[in-house]
């Protein structure tokens, strides 16, 4: 299984440019403020050199609080972007089996993973609710898995 790798040492940076946008957004007027603009710019560009990926968009982090903690968030930012791999069956399933013991940033890593992988959209219903896509409310994750891989496009 692949390893999300996160210098651990750049949260507290990647914390404080997320808390510092997410602020800007919320008490100030993004669209009309051209000093807002520049510096949600400079925080943007500032997260991507510090996370490697030039494909984050601060905006993205508006709000955050409403779903996920400011350290989960900047975990999230430091995390590779997930790439199309050809998986096996088998590797599906065992990151299916094992997805519930990683934090919730590489959890997030490894449904977005699978669903790139996968060609499956939905794929969140699978493991929070099995009901959506056929299986029983209680089905476990190895029932899950075994539907991910007969359905994946």
Request: glycine share 4%; proline share 3%; charged share 30%.
């Amino acid at each position: 299984m692949k390893i999300i790798k996160i210098d651990k040492t750049k949260i507290p940076k990647a914390m404080e440019i997320i808390e510092k946008a997410a602020s800007l957004m919320e008490e100030r007027d993004c669209g009309q403020d051209l000093e807002v603009k520049e510096e949600l710019t400079r925080l943007q560009n500032s997260l991507r050199k510090l996370s490697g990926n030039e494909k984050l968009q601060i905006k993205d982090f508006q709000r955050y609080w409403s779903y996920a903690s400011l350290e989960t968030m900047a975990q999230k930012a430091l995390a590779p972007p997930p790439s199309m791999d050809n998986i096996t069956n088998e590797q599906i399933k065992e990151i299916i089996l094992g997805i519930l013991k990683h934090s919730e940033a590489e959890m997030d890593w490894w449904l977005e993973y699978l669903t790139i992988n996968t060609g499956l959209a939905n794929l969140t219903d699978y493991i929070f609710y099995p009901n959506l896509i056929g299986l029983d409310t209680q089905a476990g994750l190895e029932q899950i898995a075994d539907k991910i891989i007969a359905d994946r496009k």
